[in-house]
């Protein structure tokens, strides 16, 4: 493995992303500010290309038709992030790990005055609110809703879900008793890995943190995340061989690796509640995440929305004001619930508490907000964990000899990598 070549690209990414998130952006005065109507126009862009997108739309043409002040001009692309950049968006949907490197870098303004001028305080909030949009003692976001990892179960072969890790392995011999094609759950190789990767890191009570930079090199570390290289290798409670998200695809019996396995449970995305629900309808189970380490706990990200800091005239902070208002009543919220998101707001998450059975997903993903871990609050978080997500859980579900001592040298590696991308000396 080319290790200086791997340095050498991550650093490059890191530089190019937050050039272009440095690079000043001046309002856009070529851009009419009103409709053609009169109305004061907010532009709002969001990466809500999924399902979900409806949801919010909802919300928006709801506040559009709501009044004839203002207008929410909205906008959703998959690399939102990028055209948020090189354009003058009012507003941008922010995960919760990408916040504090946007913050650091400019482009976001504080919205003290606008949750003031709205009628909105963070105690309107689940408490880990605060936590997820406040940086430097400042409020830079308004909180949306948690995305925790989620499990789903098959109701048909195994009565009820797991509690921890002793569980998963009497389902798995269960169900190899009756097919050796059945197991408990299936570990993939990419893609929710940080989920995972950091799920048990919360669970064993690791901090990753390190005066600004990931430390993966630690000796507690290796021993939690063999857990995973366990499952496959040494307990066999996931199928072998798994690759791009087949912890759902084999849930699905769809894997491409190995069409005959089906697992019972998915640790997952909520974003593959859809497909779930339309194949097993009342068959599918949702259930907390499991304690696989030594308490419970579960990382997921997070969506806020933040306010560009080209937004300095008056008439637009009020406008942006008076649509977080309208959002954030239960009646309009609760839209998002119904795309299976689990919205932080307090009012709201009544509301869903009220109607469980309608809000199935968002119900039992907000039981797990008391025990939810957010990304460390570092500096260009995404690219500092880019060689764990693609490189090391990988290896680490892949090898079937592995040991704690050749994970640790991968560790290093992802941790000075971590490191330089951090600009940590």
């Known amino acids: ?88 968006f009012d507003l941008v949907v922010m995960h919760v790990n990408n916040l504090t ?5 400019g482009s976001l303004r504080e919205m003290n005055d606008i949750y003031d001028k709205a009628g909105i305080k963070i105690g309107d909030f689940h408490p880990i609110a605060e936590k997820l949009v406040t940086r430097d003692g ?26 921890n890790y002793e569980d998963l392995i009497k389902i798995n011999q269960e169900l190899q008793s009756k097919d050796k094609n059945l197991y408990a759950l299936g570990v993939p190789n990419s893609g929710l890995v940080e989920f995972y990767m950091l799920t048990i890191a919360a669970q064993d009570g690791i901090k990753l943190d390190k005066d600004g930079y990931l430390n993966f090199a630690q000796p507690e570390y290796a021993k939690s995340l063999m857990k995973f290289h366990d499952m496959i290798w040494k307990d066999k409670i996931s199928p072998e061989g798994l690759g791009l998200d ?11 690796e190995n069409a005959a396995v089906q697992t019972a ?38 969506h806020t929305i933040a ?25 309009n919220l609760i839209n998002w619930a119904d795309a299976g998101q689990a919205p932080l707001h307090k009012a709201t998450m009544e509301l869903v508490n009220k109607n469980k059975d309608k809000y199935q997903l968002a119900y039992y993903n907000q039981q797990q907000f008391d025990t939810f871990v957010q990304a460390p609050d570092v500096y260009q978080f995404g690219e500092q964990i880019r060689y764990m997500n693609e490189t090391v859980f990988n290896k680490l579900v892949s090898t079937k000899n592995l040991t ?6 991968e560790l290093k590696n992802a941790t000075e990598l971590a490191k330089q991308v951090s600009g940590i000396k």
């Open 1 to 88: 493995m080319n290790y200086k070549k791997i340095l050498s690209l991550a650093l490059t990414a890191a530089m190019t992303v937050g050039l272009a998130a440095c690079s000043p952006k001046k309002p856009d005065t070529s851009k009419n500010n009103t409709t053609s109507d009169g109305r004061i126009k907010i532009r709002f862009i969001n990466g809500f290309t999924g399902g979900d997108g409806e949801y919010m739309k909802k919300i928006t043409d709801g506040f559009n038709k709501s009044q004839n002040k203002y207008f929410v001009e909205e906008l959703q692309e998959k690399d939102h992030y990028t055209k948020f950049k090189a354009d003058n």
């Open 101 to 105: 490197t946007y913050v650091k870098d």
């Open 138 to 163: 400042k409020l830079y976001a308004i909180p949306l809703d948690i995305h925790p990892l989620t499990m789903f179960y098959n109701k048909k072969l195994i009565s009820k879900a797991p509690e």
């Open 246 to 256: 087949g912890e759902f695809q084999s849930f699905m019996k769809e894997s491409k």
């Open 265 to 302: 449970i998915a640790l997952t995305g909520p974003w593959f509640y859809g497909a779930a629900k339309e194949k097993y309808g009342d068959d599918l189970g949702i259930g907390t995440i499991p304690v696989l380490g030594q308490k419970k706990a579960v990382y997921g990200n997070g």
């Open 307 to 331: 306010v560009s800091k080209t937004v300095t005239d008056d008439k637009k902070i009020e406008a942006i004001a008076e649509f977080f208002k309208y959002m954030y009543k239960p009646e």
């Open 404 to 409: 704690e001592d050749e994970l640790m040298i």
